[in-house]
């Protein structure tokens, strides 16, 4: 059943700005940008119009997020998102205007968020770290990241999610498998360059199967699970170290 939609004539909310592009609204100048009232004009109306706009889409996009979590974007609808935001539908459509849009938004801002992380996650210089603490500043962050906005990964599975979030997710996938071969070869340098690719593929692969563990449990399951996956990631990387061309030649000489 189609969704209501807000009456033509409602009043636009304070912060609200014409619809453009299918997008968003009421991030945006007030009604008086342009003019010397919405250049630091003595009223200033025009900012807190502006910051008005912008909490309310916080709020809607906080709303989206649970209801994402809760019902999966298919079964989730804009009504459901107003009444979770505590606005009504009309509300919500002088911001957006319609399911797509907020979730292009959330995902867009959920992505950033996720380049931060594992940008900082990432670091070659902390490849000289012993390889348990290494796998400790790599996976912390990113496990924390997937855990406190569980929406991420609402909206980056699934046949019906938006084709732009679908693309971003996939270049960010192959900028994180780069970053992991990177480290890895900074971590294990005699390591044959084809024997990296291949290590940092497994890795991305066993990371991903041991995250969908971590987020199906809580509370001491939960840090159990991810202790776990620390665990298989090192018995499965720290053998490595010895198997390099110059530690093989090593082991068959001294092989009686």
Request: charged share 25%; with cysteine; glycine share 8%.
């Amino acid at each position: 059943m189609p969704e209501a939609r807000a009456e033509e004539t409602a009043t636009p909310e304070e912060g609200a700005a014409p619809e453009r592009s299918g997008r968003r609204t009421g991030d945006g100048p007030g009604p008086e940008a342009g003019t010397g009232a919405g250049q630091g004009g003595a009223s200033g109306r025009p900012r807190r119009r502006q910051a008005r706009g912008e909490a309310r889409i916080a709020q809607l996009l906080e709303a989206a997020a649970d209801v994402f979590c809760a019902s999966g974007y298919n079964g989730a609808s804009t009504n459901a998102i107003a009444r979770e935001a505590g606005v009504s539908p009309g509300t919500l459509y002088q911001f957006f205007p319609n399911k797509e849009a907020i979730a292009i938004e959330l995902g867009e801002q959920l992505m950033q968020r996720w380049r931060e992380t594992y940008g900082a996650a990432f670091v070659i210089s902390r490849t000289e770290l012993p390889l348990d603490r290494l796998l400790d500043t790599v996976l912390d962050p990113l496990i924390a990241f997937n855990c406190e906005n569980p929406a991420f990964a609402v909206l980056t599975h699934g046949s019906e999610i938006p084709g732009v979030i679908t693309q971003e997710h996939d270049a960010l996938h192959a900028a994180m498998l780069t970053r992991t071969e990177a480290l890895l070869a900074a971590h294990l340098p005699d390591l044959p360059a084809d024997r990296v690719a291949r290590t940092a593929e497994m890795s991305f692969v066993l990371f991903k199967a041991g995250l969908d563990l971590i987020m199906a449990h809580e509370g001491a399951e939960r840090e159990a699970y991810a202790a776990e996956l620390k665990t298989v990631m090192y018995r499965y990387l720290e053998p490595l170290a010895c198997d390099t061309p110059a530690r093989t030649a090593e082991r068959s000489i001294d092989t009686p």
